[in-house]
């Protein structure tokens, strides 16, 4: 017997197939959260270079220097521990850092410089690991509508980052 000879159809996915099961909805209703509060992070760190303490120059100097480690770092952590470990451990160490600094006095400028670089090292590492992570969660049929998703929600994170950033800078009106 012959077989037909036409190629098989693809199925087509839609948008609505990333919520269509419970698993594949709570995996992309946290991978949106994910992309979203990471990318509010990274871009909040980044556009407050200025308001740190010390020259405005240097800060953002050591804000892009810091970078290059932060992505070697997370390509030695994907290829040798677990990609929920890796992203989490760095995660961790981005908001950690970050809430930590409140707590450092207003005379140490270097220590509080020091930590925000740690923190933006962090988060620039889990930054980079989010599409590593991303692309292996989902099948492959609704693969790259997910990778489109999140880094729509991504990208809605960095259209509100000015705004935390402003939110350190604004005064009590009616007090």
């Known amino acids: 017997q012959m077989q037909d000879s036409k190629p098989q159809q693809q199925q087509k996915a839609i948008l609505l197939d990333l919520f269509r099961t419970r698993n594949i909805a709570t995996i992309t209703i946290m991978s949106l959260l994910l992309?979203?509060?990471?990318?509010?992070?990274?871009?909040?760190?980044?556009?407050s270079t200025?308001?740190?303490?010390?020259?405005?120059?240097?800060n953002c100097f050591l804000s892009a220097v810091i970078e290059v480690p932060a992505y070697v770092i997370a390509w030695l952590l994907l290829r040798s521990?677990?990609?929920?470990?890796?992203?989490?451990?760095?995660?961790?160490?981005?908001g950690g850092v970050v809430l930590f600094i409140q707590l450092v006095p207003a005379d140490f400028n270097?220590?509080?410089?020091?930590?925000?670089?740690?923190?933006?090292?962090?988060?620039?590492?889990a930054f980079s690991m989010l599409y590593?992570?991303?692309?292996?969660?989902?099948?492959?049929?609704?693969?790259?509508m997910a990778v489109?998703?999140?880094?729509?929600?991504?990208?809605?994170g960095s259209i509100i980052a000015p705004y935390f950033v402003y939110l350190g800078e604004t005064s009590c009106i009616s007090c």
């Open 132 to 144: 590593v992570y991303n692309v292996e969660l989902y099948p492959t049929l609704v693969r790259n």
């Open 148 to 156: 489109g998703a999140t880094s729509t929600a991504s990208r809605l």
């Open 81 to 94: 521990l677990p990609r929920r470990y890796s992203l989490s451990g760095t995660l961790f160490l981005g």
């Open 35 to 47: 992309w979203f509060f990471t990318s509010v992070g990274y871009f909040g760190l980044s556009l």
């Open 50 to 58: 200025p308001d740190w303490h010390g020259n405005a120059y240097i």
């Open 110 to 125: 270097v220590l509080s410089v020091g930590l925000v670089m740690v923190g933006k090292f962090g988060i620039t590492a």
